[in-house]
Every structure is written in structure tokens, then in C-alpha cells.
């Protein structure tokens, strides 16, 4: 079953306003990365967490990893338009082979102006 | 720039008929992917390879198999297409733990 679960599945935002995504799971995670995939686009990478408790900003973003190691969050402030896409988390399982990801479901978030 | 390519946007094939995909990349990554990606399923891995003619199956292999017999590329075979691998393909490639940079996608449909 899925390993990594991402909440909400979509996510309204008024320009302007705050937003924060969640990635769970209920094993510990070796690291975790961020992609963000605009609509017909293929996923980028944004960011990776590796230490417990870590967190990492880019510009209005706010990425942190929780002290278990098993949580993750984005924070996007003052949403803009070019916001819009599906941000995925992505997460390496402890013991697991190469640099295999296991990928959350996605947010997808919808700006409106 | 870096680059991952995927031979093909868009592709229509035959049910029955062999596919090949292929995936080229140009930054000499040790790890390469093949996800396909459908709406409220995410992106889920079917095949992966962490060195030159080594494969390792992800989670969904069923009626796929790859080929990886240059560092640079990376195939993915659908050995007899069927309607239920209508899909996005997507190809990734990566170095040792860091982040993947995925090609721009197939969109396969079997008719």
C-alpha cells in the first residue's frame, strides 16, 4: 500500500493568501524531496530534507522535516498564480534500494485571482 | 542545460504491438527511472536502474521490462500493449541520493 500520504488532494487558494501542505507516513524516512509539476508539465525538483527537524526556504517557500523523520511540510506565503501546480512529496524509505522515491499523491493547488 | 529526453511526446500504438520507449540522458546520473503517471494514482514506479545493465523492478513491473545496456540510456518495453497501459510515461535520471530530473513525458494510448 501507499507509504507516503500527501493531504489535502487539492487545495483552493485566494492570491495573496497562505497555504500549507502535508506529507505523512507512518515509517521513518531516510530524506525527503519536494517536486512541483505545472499543469502539462513533467515534475521538477525543488528541495531535499535530510535531517531530522530540518528546515529550508526558498524565497516564499518554507520547507520542514519533522523531528521523527516521518512528516513533511511546504509553506507557500502569499500565494501567486504561478503557484499553480501539483506539489509532490517524495521520500526515500529507510532500507530502501538505490535512490528509489516513493512518491505522495499530490496537492494540487488552484490559485484564485 | 541538462537534459532528460524521451524519444516520443505522444504515441498511439495497437493493442498486442511492442512499444518501445527510450530515454537519454545527458549527466552521466548513475540512476535511472521509469514512473508512469495517471490521474488520482500519482506517479508510480514500474522499473528502476542504479548501474549499466543492472535493473531492479518498482512497483508495478507487470507487462513491462527495461534495458539499460549504455550508462546514458534507458528503455522501457511494453512486450504486448494492452488498453490498461494507456498512461504518462515519465523518465527520470538522478545521481546517488539527490534529486531526480525527469524528461518531459510520453503519453502513450493503446487502441
Known amino acids: 500500500g501507499q507509504q507516503v500520504m500527501q493531504i489535502p488532494q487539492y487545495q483552493h487558494v485566494q492570491e495573496g493568501e497562505d497555504f500549507t501542505t502535508y506529507c505523512n507516513s507512518s515509517?521513518?524516512?531516510?530524506?525527503i524531496q519536494w517536486y512541483k509539476q505545472r499543469p502539462g508539465g513533467h515534475p521538477v525538483f525543488l528541495i531535499q530534507?535530510?535531517?531530522?527537524?530540518e528546515v529550508k526556504k526558498q524565497k516564499r517557500l518554507t520547507f520542514q522535516f519533522g523531528e521523527a523523520k516521518k512528516n513533511s511540510s511546504l509553506h507557500i506565503t502569499a500565494t501567486q498564480t504561478t503557484d499553480v501546480g501539483t506539489y509532490f512529496c517524495?521520500?526515500?524509505?529507510?532500507?530502501?534500494?538505490?535512490?528509489?522515491?516513493?512518491f505522495g499523491g499530490g496537492t494540487r493547488v488552484l490559485v484564485k485571482p | 542545460d541538462v537534459k532528460v529526453t524521451q524519444s516520443s511526446r505522444y504515441l498511439v500504438k495497437r493493442t498486442g504491438e511492442k512499444v518501445f520507449l527510450e530515454c537519454v540522458q545527458d549527466?552521466?546520473?548513475?540512476?535511472m527511472f521509469w514512473y508512469r503517471q495517471d490521474p488520482g494514482l500519482g506517479l508510480r514506479l514500474i522499473y528502476f536502474?542504479?548501474?549499466?545493465?543492472?535493473?531492479e523492478k518498482g512497483d508495478i513491473p507487470e507487462g513491462y521490462s527495461v534495458s539499460r545496456e549504455k550508462k546514458e540510456r534507458f528503455s522501457l518495453i511494453l512486450e504486448s500493449a494492452s488498453t490498461n497501459q494507456t498512461s504518462m510515461y515519465l523518465c527520470?535520471?538522478?545521481?546517488?541520493?539527490?534529486?531526480?530530473?525527469f524528461g518531459s513525458g510520453t503519453r502513450l494510448t493503446v487502441v
Open positions: 549527466m552521466d546520473h548513475e540512476n
Open positions: 527520470a535520471s538522478s545521481l546517488v541520493s539527490y534529486g531526480y530530473t
Open positions: 530534507l535530510v535531517k531530522s527537524g
Open positions: 515509517t521513518t524516512l531516510s530524506n
Open positions: 536502474s542504479y548501474d549499466v545493465k543492472m535493473k
Open positions: 517524495a521520500a526515500t524509505l529507510v532500507k530502501a534500494a538505490g535512490n528509489k522515491l516513493t
